[in-house]
C-alpha cells in the first residue's frame, strides 16, 4: 500500500497533528461565537426538543431566501475552507458521509434537531423509484443547482403495499421543500446537474419505522426501525444469523413475542434462518393471531413458504 510522505509525517508526529485538531476547533466555536449563526444555534436546539418552527424566527429567516442562508454560511465554510488549504490532511470539523454521489456535511445537531448541508451530483440521481419515508420533519432549500423532484404521500397501507399521490415540482435556486412525518417523502430525479441544499431535520420522539418505497409498484421493499437503540438491536440479530449462531436461539425466539414489531419480524426471520424447528412453530402462532400488527405479514410469509418449501412446514399435531 502506497502511503504518502506526509500521511508518514503525520503519523510519526504527535503535536503537527493536534496543532491541526485544534486549529479546526478553535476556527469552529469562534464561528459558533458569530451573533447570527449563534442565533440560529440556539433556536435550533429548541426547535430539536419539540419546540414549534413557526416560533423560531432565526430558523424561519434562515429557510426564507437563499441570501439569509449563504450570508449566515458563507463566514463558516470560508474560515474552513481556508484551514483545510493550510492544514489538507487535517479530520473535517463536522460529522459527514459521502456515498453514491451524496454528501452530506452536518453543520450542527441539537438533541433531535439536525441542520446540514447536502451535495448530490448526478451519481446520486438513482435511476430505482425508491422513495424513503422516514418519521420526521425535514426542510430543504435549494441554495444551487436545478433538478426535477417527486413530493409523494402514503394515502393507504395494506399487507406490505401503500398506495401513493404524488406532485411534480422544479428545483433551482430558492425552491423549497417540506415532508412531514413517515406518511410523506420526494424522490429526485435524474439530472446532470449537482444540487446543493440545506436540510433541516427532526426526528420524531418516538419515531416509528423507515419504510423504503418502489413508487411503481407501491411495494415496501424495506423495513427499518427509525429508533436508533432498535436499529442496533436489528442489526445485531442479523449478524447473529448471518454468523450461525444457534445459541442464541433462545434469546431470539425471546424476541419475537415482545416489543417493537420490527424487532419481533427481524428476531423472526433469523429464527427461521438458523433453525425452521423454532422458527416455523413462532411463525404460525403470529399467523393465527388476528390482534397481533404482524398477523398480515406472517400469513403472506407462510404462505410462501408453503408455496415454495412444504418440507420445512412443521407436522400437523
Known amino acids: 500500500m502506497f502511503v504518502r510522505d506526509e500521511l508518514k509525517a503525520l503519523r510519526g508526529d504527535n503535536k503537527e497533528a493536534r496543532t491541526h485538531r485544534v486549529a479546526m476547533e478553535e476556527a469552529l466555536e469562534d464561528c459558533r461565537r458569530e451573533p447570527r449563526l449563534a442565533a440560529v444555534l440556539e433556536e435550533l436546539l429548541r426547535y430539536g426538543e419539540g419546540g414549534d418552527f413557526a416560533h423560531c424566527p432565526a430558523l424561519v429567516a434562515l429557510f426564507e431566501h437563499t441570501r439569509a442562508a449563504r450570508d449566515i454560511l458563507r463566514p463558516l465554510i470560508g474560515r474552513l475552507t481556508a484551514l483545510h488549504r493550510a492544514y489538507p490532511l487535517a479530520q473535517l470539523a463536522f460529522r459527514h458521509r459521502s456515498q453514491a ?5 452536518q453543520i450542527a445537531a441539537k438533541e433531535r434537531a439536525t441542520l446540514s448541508l447536502v451535495l448530490q451530483d448526478a451519481a446520486a440521481f438513482s435511476e430505482l423509484p425508491i422513495a424513503t419515508f ?25 399487507r406490505g403495499r401503500v398506495t401513493l399521490s404524488s406532485v411534480r ?54 423495513r427499518a426501525s427509525g429508533n436508533a437503540t432498535d436499529s442496533r ?7 447473529l444469523g448471518r454468523m450461525g449462531r444457534n445459541d442464541a436461539l433462545p434469546v431470539l425466539a425471546a424476541r419475537t413475542r415482545t416489543g417493537d414489531a420490527q424487532l419481533r419480524w427481524q428476531a423472526l426471520r433469523q429464527c427461521l434462518a438458523l433453525d425452521a424447528a423454532t422458527g416455523l412453530p413462532l411463525l404460525e402462532r403470529i399467523a ?17 413458504l408453503q408455496r415454495e418449501r412444504p418440507s420445512l412446514l412443521s407436522e400437523p399435531g
Request: glycine fraction near 6%; charge should be positive; include cysteine.
Open 169 to 222: 415540482t422544479e428545483l433551482q435556486s430558492g425552491a423549497r421543500m417540506k415532508c412531514t412525518g413517515p406518511r410523506q417523502s420526494r424522490l429526485i430525479q435524474p439530472s446532470h446537474e449537482s444540487l446543493l441544499t440545506l436540510r433541516l431535520a427532526r426526528t420524531a420522539g418516538r419515531p416509528g419505522p423507515t419504510r423504503r418505497v418502489d413508487v411503481r409498484s407501491g411495494r415496501i421493499v424495506h
Open 101 to 105: 454521489g451524496a454528501h452530506v456535511l
Open 288 to 304: 393465527k393471531d388476528h390482534a397481533d400488527p404482524l398477523y398480515q405479514a406472517a400469513r403472506v410469509l407462510l404462505a410462501q
Open 134 to 158: 422516514v418519521d420526521a420533519e425535514q426542510r430543504e432549500m435549494v441554495l444551487a443547482g436545478k433538478a426535477s423532484a417527486c413530493l409523494f404521500a402514503i394515502e393507504t397501507e395494506d
Open 233 to 239: 438491536a436489528e442489526l445485531a440479530m442479523l449478524l
